[in-house]
């Protein structure tokens, strides 16, 4: 398995602007998770899916972050209008309940470098 | 509430020596504990996991760790450091009832020199 795919690797853009992120997650699994890493809040939970559903929201920063899971291979996390505060390295991750049973770990992307000025 | 600290920002230690980086967690219930790596510019990586049995676990590259319920710790160890162990590790604790939230400590900067 090509293991969990992320895109863009960097995003540069300028204040007000619309951002994108994507995340394809490993095949098979069925939650999904977005976090934030900044070095001041170190890795922040943002939202997570499971079975294409939000579970948890608690941790979107606020209503200028939306996610999104429309199938089961695919999410995004929207960012409108993007601000200075919200450059962080974004990453996505993915786990599965086996058939003998959860595997509870998680599997990382490479994660989205944002970086708004 | 979940809650995870590392207490130490780096550790430092030579190639060949035995290391260990530091967790404490708080937890109602019973927790489910991790350990993960991140290498400069890449995801976190899974070392090993704590779910449940024999209290000492083992993972991947050598890694250990013991899970010490009436310390509420979960300590990462390795009998001998290499120097590409040298990473940010972090310890992630999730209770194992009501979902699958997972609480991060902010990360040990491990150095092991030559």
């Known amino acids: 398995d090509a293991g969990v795919i992320q895109s863009p690797r960097h995003e540069v853009t300028e204040m007000g602007q619309e951002v994108t992120l994507r995340c394809k997650p490993i095949s098979g699994h069925d939650y999904l998770f977005w976090y934030r890493q900044t070095m001041m809040r170190g890795l922040e939970l943002l939202i997570y899916?499971?079975?294409?559903?939000?579970?948890?929201d608690s941790g979107m920063p606020e209503d200028r972050f939306s996610a999104k899971m429309p199938n089961a291979s695919f999410s995004t996390l929207k960012i409108q209008p993007s601000e200075p505060r919200d450059s962080a390295v974004y990453f996505c991750a993915s786990s599965a309940r086996g058939g003998t049973g959860p595997t509870y770990e998680q599997y990382f992307g490479p994660g989205t470098r944002l970086t708004v000025t | 509430a979940q809650s995870v600290a590392q207490p130490e920002d780096q550790v430092n230690v030579a190639e060949g020596n035995p290391l260990t980086v530091k967790c404490t967690y708080s937890v109602s219930g019973n927790p489910y504990l991790f350990w993960y790596v991140q290498y400069p510019n890449r995801g976190l990586q899974f070392l090993l996991k704590y779910i449940t049995g024999d209290n000492l676990v083992k993972g991947s590259y050598g890694f250990e760790a013991e899970f010490n319920k009436s310390q509420t710790s979960f300590h990462l160890k390795k009998p001998s450091a290499l120097v590409s162990d040298s990473a940010l590790y972090f310890c992630a604790v999730r209770r194992n009832t009501g979902g699958f939230k997972t609480i991060f400590g902010a990360g040990t900067r491990l150095f092991v020199k030559a």
């Open positions: 899916f499971n079975n294409n559903v939000p579970i948890d």
